[in-house]
């Protein structure tokens, strides 16, 4: 079992910043990758960005690549993103995930955080 709590959430204008914080915790948290995947009002879960158990491989989705990074503390368990030139369009609820390996799709997590709310005005 992994248990995940995302932090950081909040409101932003168009063109700020924001970081999101996950703490995982678990027995082999250490051997999951984990994984940043987000929710706008009426559309569907999407992939956003994630990071290797090592933390060092990393992948995003073409929607967010250049502006968003993900990053992973293996000492205390915890993946953060750090997102930059927000858009109204990146308005959505923000999931923290684990899987035990990198997937760029939604199904391929198996554990999830209860989402934080991220809201860009323009």
């Known amino acids: 079992q992994v248990q995940l709590v995302e932090s950081g959430g909040g409101l932003v204008q168009a063109g700020g910043s924001l970081r999101l914080s996950c703490t995982a915790s678990?027995?082999?948290?250490?051997?999951?990758?984990l994984g940043w995947l987000r929710q706008a009002p009426g559309k569907e879960r999407e992939f956003v960005a994630a990071?290797?158990?090592?933390?060092?491989?990393?992948y995003y989705s073409d929607s967010v690549k250049g502006r968003f990074t993900i990053s992973r503390v293996n000492a205390n368990n915890t993946v953060a993103l750090r997102m930059s030139s927000l858009k109204p369009e990146d308005t959505a609820v923000y999931y923290c995930?684990?899987?035990?390996?990198?997937?760029?799709?939604?199904?391929?997590?198996?554990?999830w955080g209860q989402g934080t709310q991220v809201t860009v005005s323009s």
């Open positions: 990071v290797s158990y090592s933390g060092t491989s990393t």
């Open positions: 678990g027995r082999t948290v250490g051997s999951y990758a």
């Open positions: 995930a684990a899987a035990y390996v990198p997937h760029t799709v939604v199904a391929g997590y198996e554990y």
